[in-house]
Each structure stands twice: as structure tokens, then as C-alpha cells.
């Protein structure tokens, strides 16, 4: 049993067999929302920027919401696998103690703890995020509009109740509750068509980096949004995945391929599409893309049968180190899913290649 499925769209399937896949062929390479299901992909990270695209010279825009984008802020470091292993050893060990006579952490505690990995992992390193040779950063960030302008008790939950139907009716009117904002690396041209959902750009500097990608991660409810990101329009910031949960975007290369380390085959456009089901099938925004993705049979035989998910902070309580230890092995059987792609790109078989 293989633990890594390789999925193509109809484009990229053209390229894989007319010609392979070889690292100057990626143009792209998004990374979603998903928690602690990210941990999976720690060793194809450590392959595709440490050994792989080290062999080409092409510019390539990474693009990212939630823990996506802080997985690819890492690759834009100088050692950039250390980078990945000091990631995902800090996010295994997380632990997150509730004071005494609390049943649980608040908001705005999760939110400062955060903020301080934040600033210790990425300290004085933003220039070097920021400055890259090669790749240009994409922070996706979700903006409050009208009612979700500013976080409130009453006003949050009402305006994501209002979010949650109209995006029900059709995805678009979404963008009437929140905006897409683009925190990216200045210069760079955004690597998609914002047509889909109301969007905007906004440089990403050393005044905004650390704001801009804890706001990424700000899920709603569980952290706080971020108030007024320096040199963004005013307004409260949350976890990118709301509006661009997989990063289903209509990606304009019209040349190489989208190469999107992913922890499922679909490509979901948004957080509160999970459930629609018929919003989960590809489009022709994603016809050169190539969807690396976990064989769920081999899933079946990680700790618990899933992937690491929030569920597990319930399932172990305080039991902290019972779950770390369980998303270490996770992390370490991932190894697979890296040695196979690395043995599947040396010959690049299109026989191989499933449909996206």
C-alpha cells in the first residue's frame, strides 16, 4: 500500500506526460487551513524546499491561509528546513495550561500565547521572510465587513451567523460579510484572479508580518481577530481559511504547474463550504494543478485511524503529553509520503497520476 496518491488536473496531466515534472516547472505552491493536520506534511516540506526546488532558479509565489502560511513563511528562511523541524516541534509540544479555576483557556489567552511563539519563532528573521530571492509570500487573511468590522460578544456570533447563510445560498455574497486581504511580499503580483470574492492586496512589511500571520490563524471563537493591521484598512483580521479554507483559486500560470502539498484530494474553497459537499469538486481554476495527498487507507493506519486534528485537544484533555506524543508519530510515519514523491518525481509515470 502506497501512503502518498498523486492527483492531476486535466492541464498538468497534459505537462506530466509530455514532459515529467521537474522542480523548474512550479510556478505555485499553496498551503491550507487545517490545524494540526499540517503536521503530516513537515517532511514533503523538508524535501520540495530543502533538496528538490533547490535544483531550479524560478520565482515561485507561495500562498497560504492559517497554518498554510506560517508553513510557508518557514521556507522563505534561510535554513529553511531547520526551520520546518523547529516548526513542527514546537507545534507537537504546544501545551496550553488553564489556570486554576478555569474550565478552559479564553480567547484572549490562546490569542497572547500565540502571539508570543509567533514573536519568538520569527524573531528578527522577518527581513530574511521578506526578502527571499526566489519565492514571494501570500498571506490570506479573512476581513470583517459591516457588523464584523469589529469583534464583539453579540456581534460576532450574529455576524458569522449571517455569514454562514448567505454563504449557504452562494459563495460569492460571502464577500457582503467578509473580505479576502492579501498581506504580500511588496512587488509581488497576486499569482491568482480575484474575481471569485471580493479581495484586496496589501504590502507585507516588518511593521505588519507578525500581526498579518497571526491573523491568518485567528480562528473565530477560539482566538481573538486582530485589530488594524499596520498599513491594511481598519477592521478586525481572522484565520485566512474562512474565506479560502484549501485555496481553491483561480490560479493564472499559463505556463508549469501548481504544486500543492495537501492533506486530502479536495480542494475546498472555504471553511463554512465543509459541509456543502457539491462545492468540494474541482474546477477549471485548478487545471494545472498537482494535488499531493494522503492515501486514506494508509491514513487509516496513523494513530486513532485520522489525521491530527483540534478534535484531539478534547480527546486528551490535559493530557497533553498523550497527545503530542501521538502527533509525533503522525508527523514521523509522514516521512513516507516524502520518499514517495521524491521516488515518483525522479521518473515522473503519469500512469500514476489520478484525476483531481
Known amino acids: 500500500m502506497k501512503a502518498l496518491r498523486i492527483h492531476a488536473g486535466p492541464l498538468a496531466l497534459e505537462h506530466i506526460r509530455r514532459e515529467g515534472l521537474k522542480p523548474q516547472d512550479v510556478r505555485v505552491v ?83 500565547q500565540f502571539g508570543d511563539g509567533l514573536r519568538q519563532f520569527y524573531g528578527g528573521r522577518t527581513a530574511e521572510v521578506l526578502g527571499h530571492p526566489r519565492y514571494s509570500l501570500h498571506v490570506i487573511t479573512a476581513r470583517g465587513r459591516h457588523i464584523l468590522g469589529r469583534e464583539g460578544k453579540a456581534r460576532t456570533p450574529f455576524g458569522y451567523l449571517g455569514a454562514f447563510m448567505a454563504n449557504s445560498v452562494r459563495r460569492k455574497s460571502l464577500g457582503a460579510w467578509l473580505e479576502r486581504v492579501v498581506f504580500s511580499t511588496p512587488g509581488a503580483a497576486l499569482p491568482f484572479g480575484t474575481q471569485d470574492f471580493r479581495s484586496r492586496q496589501v504590502d507585507l512589511t516588518q511593521a505588519n508580518f507578525e500581526a498579518a500571520l497571526q491573523a491568518s490563524c485567528s480562528i473565530p471563537f477560539m482566538l481573538e481577530a486582530v485589530h488594524d493591521i499596520p498599513g491594511a484598512p481598519p477592521g478586525a483580521y481572522w484565520d485566512g481559511g474562512i474565506t479560502d479554507y484549501h485555496l481553491h483559486l483561480h490560479y493564472n ?3 508549469g504547474v501548481v504544486l500543492y502539498p495537501h492533506f486530502q484530494r479536495a480542494v475546498v474553497p472555504g471553511w463554512l463550504d465543509k459541509g456543502l459537499k457539491w462545492r468540494h469538486a474541482p474546477t477549471s481554476f485548478l487545471d494545472r494543478m498537482v494535488v499531493l495527498a494522503p492515501n486514506p487507507e494508509w491514513v487509516a493506519t496513523l494513530p486513532n485511524g485520522k489525521l491530527p486534528d483540534r478534535t484531539d485537544f478534547t480527546r486528551y484533555g490535559q493530557d497533553g503529553a498523550a497527545r503530542s506524543k501521538v502527533w509525533a508519530r503522525a508527523a514521523a510515519e509522514s516521512q513516507r509520503l516524502a520518499d514517495e514523491f521524491a521516488q515518483w518525481v525522479s521518473k515522473s509515470e503519469a500512469s500514476e497520476v489520478l484525476p483531481l
Open 30 to 112: 499553496p498551503g491550507a487551513a487545517g490545524g494540526p493536520k499540517g503536521l503530516i506534511l513537515g517532511p514533503i516540506d523538508r524535501f520540495m524546499f530543502g533538496e528538490w526546488l533547490t535544483q531550479s532558479s524560478q520565482p515561485v509565489h507561495l500562498v497560504g491561509a492559517s497554518i498554510g502560511a506560517w508553513r510557508l513563511a518557514n521556507a522563505c528562511l534561510g535554513n529553511s528546513v531547520q526551520a520546518f523541524r523547529d516548526f513542527e516541534h514546537g507545534y507537537v509540544n504546544q501545551q496550553f495550561e488553564v489556570p486554576a479555576g478555569q474550565k478552559r483557556l479564553t480567547a484572549r489567552q490562546v490569542s497572547a
Open 253 to 255: 500560470n499559463d505556463s
